[in-house]
């Protein structure tokens, strides 16, 4: 169950209402409220319920839009651009080919970026092939499928494999994002499926501490 007290920004995003949404994060910041949980029960509750209403009513780009830039106004006051120097391992995120959605994804660049880690961006529509190179030419440790629509699940399938062909053996692909998440890691290929995107953080330092 949401925290009563997120209501009011849960409300001001799905109005696309950035001045309204900043004002009740900061709000709730003030008040002691984690930036995760912000983001978690605030920020995904709110991108929920748009994802189920574009389901089952008439596809509104404009509304979709006015909430992603609601979102992001929040997104960076709570982790604004001046985020520490990278100290950790490359993350190459993308959405993939067919999959013109890049709110999730941003959200989980910004965010990792601000975690420390270095953010490589494949790109919304991204090929899988395009992705692999980036990651390889990157050095990347990890990357991070954000998926909103389910007909992207094949080619996330195909992401381990081609990875595995192209000699990048030790490469993480995690998952997540409205379409993905409702999968397990074994349907998907892939070694994690995240409920959001400081799950998938918190798996990365696991991996990290593993001897």
Request: glycine letters at 8%; hydrophobic letters at 45%; proline letters at 4%.
């Amino acid at each position: 169950m949401t925290n009563p007290s997120l209501n009011p920004l849960i409300d001001a995003l799905l109005e696309g209402d950035q001045a309204r949404a900043v004002a009740e994060a900061t709000s709730l910041r003030g008040a002691g409220l984690a930036d995760e949980q912000a983001v978690i029960d605030g920020i995904e509750t709110a991108m929920g319920r748009l994802d189920a209403k574009c389901t089952v009513e008439q596809f509104n780009l404009l509304e979709i839009m006015l909430v992603g830039r609601a979102v992001m106004g929040v997104i960076k006051t709570l982790y604004p651009d001046s985020a520490p120097a990278a100290t950790r391992e490359t993350v190459v995120v993308a959405s993939l080919e067919g999959d013109v959605h890049d709110l999730g994804k941003n959200i989980v660049r910004t965010i990792m970026t601000a975690k420390g880690y270095r953010v490589v961006d494949g790109g919304k529509d991204c090929p899988v092939e395009n992705l692999i190179e980036t990651a390889a030419r990157e050095q990347a440790a990890i990357i991070c499928i954000s998926g909103l629509i389910t007909t992207v699940v094949p080619l996330v399938r195909s992401v381990r494999p081609l990875a595995r062909s192209r000699g990048l053996a030790g490469l993480k692909v995690a998952a997540g994002g409205a379409a993905l998440k409702q999968s397990s890691a074994e349907s998907l290929n892939v070694d994690y499926v995240g409920d959001s995107v400081f799950d998938i953080i918190h798996y990365l330092e696991r991996e990290q501490e593993k001897p």
